[in-house]
């Protein structure tokens, strides 16, 4: 009861802060998406509700086109399913009727690299030339800043493998090259009189208890993230936007924010707006508005497409480090685990205890503060 009572408190709190927040006609409005996930499919799967991406989208764009107080967009990566150029056709299609700028990068869905090559998938080189609207319009790499609102400096970094490695899933995992690194800290270091926010696909915090060293969930974790939050540190940068995991999660590290939005075409099928005031930015996140889906409500069908999804991906990760359980009761765990798991995806999780998990499982569903839908950043 103690606890209910310190959330509903806190939620309270809240509520008060976004209040004088929004209120505030200094405050600068911008939109947060991620894992759009465009395609071409007819049919959904592993959760993902590939056959209303474009719905989906295009539903949001109407929604940021009707509200004359956003002033840009954010979209931290995996733009399209496969990265295929006929989808990155229909993803420009759409959002190039949003009316205000929009800056984005790519994920590892959104470009050629080993495993997925071929003349019918977006090269890295392509990529640039192609999105020169949307942040690329001054360089040829796959990284580049941009000043996007008065004194704000807005950083895209580009985390894609694009060589064979050892270290990790080179379909799913990501890293900054060298190259890169150093060009961030060069940037950083012209423009030290700047506010800047930083977009990442892959995490850079740990969101997910053994995140960084469990054999399914580091291809979440950006691999060299120690030498990326160094960087960071230097120049006192505290927000970073990503994406990847498809949840709506925040973590703080050493004055790090690592903000992850969850992926539009899963449930809770959302995305985040957010207030930048002097000194922080106000991070929330809704659900779009689309209501129905097949006949069903969209969260609901949304949710039952999750619960396929996440039993696999419970079972997956328990049997792996640290975790390491045998594999009969890995699969009880992740059967009990569905309804629950759902959570960690709406955010700000806490499940006290199941039944028959063990209590060093537990903490993968203890969500730690910040507060994930609601929250002040420093800035």
Known sequence: ?????????????????????????????????????????????????????RELLTSVVADINADSRIKFVLMSGDLTKDGLLAEHEAFRSIIATVNVPVYLIPGNHDVEHPGKEGAQYMSVTEFPQYYKDYGYNQTSKSYYSADIYDDILLVGLDSTIYAPTDDIDQDYGGTLSREQLSWLDATLGANSEKKVIVMVHHNINEHIYGQATNEYLNDYYLLNSAELKTVLKKYDVSVVFSGHSHIRDIKEEDGIYDIITTSLLMYPLGYRKCMITSESIWVEGVATTIDDINGESASDYAKSQLSVYVKDMLFNILIAAPYSYPATTASFMATIGVTPMTTVFEGDEYIESLIGVPQEFMIYLQDEPPNDNATLVPF
């Open 1 to 53: 009861m103690i606890k209910q009572i310190k959330f509903a408190l806190a939620m309270l709190l809240l509520l008060t802060i976004s209040s004088c927040v929004t209120d505030d006609p200094n405050a600068v409005m911008f939109v947060v998406l991620s894992d759009l996930h465009i395609s071409l499919d007819s049919s959904d799967s592993n959760g993902h509700l590939y056959s209303k991406s």
